[in-house]
């Protein structure tokens, strides 16, 4: 519900417009099929029973939402300037499309402040060097096992492949997020990461900040490059922690 209250000005002309093609009569098959898009929308956005990417099913609504807020405008919203204000047809275009853009700017400007000053926008120099790293250093297949946050950015900035990255792009995320965990904490046996990190299929581990006390003397792991806070290790032969290389 947050999400599409969101939409602001566009979800009452959207309303507006739905209301006119309900009552209207002799409906196109084009007018059925928006419907259709935004009641399979609402299914699918409640059927987290069901699927696990049920967020992701509403990341299309803006288009027949922004349909219907195009029908609202022209059947609703300038009828009723014209008539209300006595203007010419180009005066309330001109009125309609200046008063909705004035109440879209408040939002869309937050949203650009907000994606600026969030933790998660802000990448670290010393990240970014070591994908530079990696992109100079890896194949384009190698996939590399490291924090999501980290991961997410690496995967475009290095074209590599990662383990865990983006939450709505990593397929089964949540039990790849709790692996990546339990490989950087300095409890987890050595024994039980190296299994981890065998089941995950990557060849490099990137490590920062306090990840690196999990990483550093951990057999079986190979340091290609280090700063003060970032460390990246090519896996080389593993080595049976019981019975010894």
């Not at 709505?168 to 790849?176: P, V």
Request: proline share 5%.
């Amino acid at each position: 519900l947050s999400y599409v209250g969101g939409f602001g000005a566009v979800l009452v002309l959207a309303v507006a417009g739905l209301l006119v093609l309900w009552r209207a009569g002799g409906r196109t098959c084009a007018d059925a099929l928006v419907l259709l898009w935004l009641a399979v929308t609402a299914v699918m956005v409640n059927a987290g029973a069901v699927i696990s990417f049920e967020r992701r099913c509403i990341e299309g609504a803006h288009i027949p939402l922004s349909l219907l807020a195009g029908m609202g405008m022209t059947c609703w919203l300038l009828p009723w300037l014209r008539e209300r204000w006595r203007l010419s047809q180009r005066r309330a275009w001109r009125l309609g499309l200046t008063a909705l853009l004035v109440c879209l700017l408040p939002g869309n400007l937050k949203l650009l402040v907000d994606g600026m000053v969030a933790p998660q926008a802000v990448i670290p120099t010393a990240w970014v060097r070591g994908y530079q790293w990696l992109a100079d250093n890896s194949s384009p297949d190698e996939c590399v096992l490291t924090a999501p946050r980290v991961g997410m950015h690496l995967a475009w900035m290095a074209l590599r492949p990662v383990y865990a990255g983006h939450e709505q792009q990593t397929i089964d995320f949540e039990r790849k997020a709790t692996q990546v965990e339990e490989f950087f904490r300095s409890s987890t046996p050595p024994a039980r990461r190296m299994e981890i990190l065998r089941q995950s299929g990557c060849t490099w581990v990137m490590a920062c900040e306090e990840q690196r006390l999990a990483t550093d003397d951990l057999p079986g792991l190979q340091r290609r490059y280090a700063t003060d806070t970032v460390s990246i290790y090519r896996q080389g032969e593993f080595v049976d922690l019981c019975r010894g290389p």
